[in-house]
Structure formats: structure tokens, C-alpha cells
């Protein structure tokens, strides 16, 4: 190192935070005052985790290849633009029957928050509702003709007719995502209005959001509230034994908008879990967790790290408090 007149010998592979059993070392040898500096032009320069964070969300594991998209070209798309590295779980390219819905983003604070946001987005929004019987015997509506297919063009949407046993009605299907909500809304009201041929027709629909079963116990304290909320009805339904997934679904009955708003109020109380290190010299009056955690209604853990000079902090919350979760390494 020409700065400190030392020889540093880097070990053949480091990796920053990389879990290992064996920590790797940099060797360094000249004179003592000058290894002091370049132990420390060493330590700030491999600091790179000290402003990094790793976010874990919770994303439906039926929707991850969704995400991922072909060849991995969306995700890729989002890891581009925030900087981002994003992991899904291993596991679930397994055969096995436990599938993981945790969703690992780390970067630098903005970049996390803005992956996460852009994961939001992508993810689907199925909306269906029933045909009202007549009395009269009539074919389902054909997704294919010219009324439907201008919809699905002019608002980016998908339409799916789903032909039920006799003597029960015809649910239609219409798919959209976060990001484009109001295309979402125009598209099924006209088409709820082309169905009927009733111009402001409009007919309660059904969205569900699939959920892991540790999260139930969350969720359902804050059903009602939403239900008051948004003037949706809200239930659980439980997978059937048979069934390899153990996730349950909520499902929201109601107007297009109230259901709209219900399913986004249920994405809020989903966990997040905020994960960074901070520096053993942060003086502990610095560092007041209890009311932290008050102030911010976040739990946070802080833990020295075994033969390092920084300890662990880990932040946990609701998607809905992801504000105060972000500012959070920078208080500390």
C-alpha cells in the first residue's frame, strides 16, 4: 500500500458479510505506525455493510415466478434500477411441500425502500364477480370478441370466464396489478356494463389475498377495522388438509373500490423485517431502543457480533410502518 509504505496481502476470496465459519483475513506488514493507518484505510474501505440494509417482505410464493418473470428479466429490470440485490427462496425449488413467501432485498436504505415499492407493484390483482341470472338461458361472454378485446387493450387488463356446474352463475375473472389500479377499475366497469348491457351497471366482486398461516394472528385483530374502513366484507378461508399449501386466504366482498382499498389495508400489516449493523463506537446514549421502539412502534434487537467491531440490528415492523423502519439505521 504506497499511502502507508506497507505490504497488504488480500486473501484469495472475500466476500463482505459472507456467513462462513472461518473469517478471512488481511495481512499486513511494515512498520507499526504505518499498519495502524492502513488498518484503518483497510476497515473504512471494507465498511460497505455500514450503510447497507437487507429487507425481508412477505410476497405470496405463488406469485414469485411472477415477479422473477421470464429468464429473470423483470426482477433483473428492478435490481438494475435500485441497486438492489434481491433473493427468493432456494427452497422453493424443491418438491417439498413447505414454500417460503419471504422476499430478501438488500442495498443501500433508498434503493431497499424503492425495490420493495416496485415488488409491490408487480404483484397481481385478480378481481371477480357473477353474471346475474336472467331466468333465461344465455351463452358466457366471449373474452374474444372485438367489445372485450378493446377493453383488455385500451386498460391493460386480462379477462378469464369461468363456466361453473349447472344452475350456478358464470364468474368472470379480471387481472391487473398495483401499478395500474385505475386501469384495473375503468376496465371491469366496463366491463360489468358490457356483460349486462346496462349502462352504470355495477356488481360486487371478490378479491383474496393469500397469506401465511403465522401472519393470522395479526391480520385478524385488524379485520373488523378494515371492514369499517372500507365497508367490505372480509373472511378466512382455511386450506383443506389435502391441500400441500398451508396458506390461507382473505377474502373482501364488495364494491370495486372498497375491495381495492381493503386488499391494500390487509398488504399493510404484513411483517417486514430490517436487518444492518452499526458500529461499536456509537456511544449507548446514542442508542435508546425502548423508546425507539415506542416512538416508532417497531421491535428492535441490537447484538454484538462475535470477533467484529459492530453488532447486529435487527427492526422489525408492518409494511405500513415501512417509514419509520427506514429512517431507523440512520438514528442509530
Known sequence: MDKTSTTVTWPSKLKIGAKSKKD???????????????KEMIL???????????????????EHSHVI??????????????????HFPDSNLS????????????????????????????LPIVLSFELPKTGVARPNPDVNSAPIQRLIQTYSISVQARTRPRGQSTVISVRGNQQNVTGLKYGITGLMQHVTGQIGATLPVTCNLEVAPQHHQVLSKMVRHIQQ???????????????????????AVGSVDSVIIAR?????YLPLVLMCDMKDTVASENVRPLETMERNDVFISIRPKPKQATKSVIIKSVEGN???????????
Do not use: F, W
Open 264 to 268: 391494500q389495508q390487509l398488504t399493510e
Open 24 to 38: 478471512p483475513h488481511v495481512k499486513v506488514i511494515g512498520h507499526v505506525d504505518n499498519v495502524k493507518k492502513a
Open 322 to 332: 415501512v417509514i419509520s423502519m427506514s429512517l431507523m439505521p440512520l438514528k442509530t
Open 229 to 251: 374502513q372500507t365497508a367490505a366484507q372480509i373472511t378466512m378461508s382455511q386450506p383443506q388438509q389435502q391441500m400441500t399449501s398451508p396458506e390461507s386466504h382473505y377474502n
Open 44 to 62: 473504512d474501505k471494507l465498511d460497505a455493510r455500514s450503510s447497507r440494509v437487507t429487507l425481508k417482505m412477505d410476497v405470496p410464493h405463488t
Open 69 to 86: 418473470g421470464k429468464g429473470g428479466c423483470t426482477i433483473k429490470k428492478v435490481m438494475e434500477e435500485t441497486g438492489c440485490h434481491i
Open 95 to 122: 418438491g417439498t411441500s413447505e414454500k417460503s413467501n419471504q422476499v430478501s432485498i438488500a442495498g443501500e436504505p433508498a434503493g431497499v425502500e424503492s425495490a420493495r415499492r416496485k415488488i409491490r407493484a408487480l
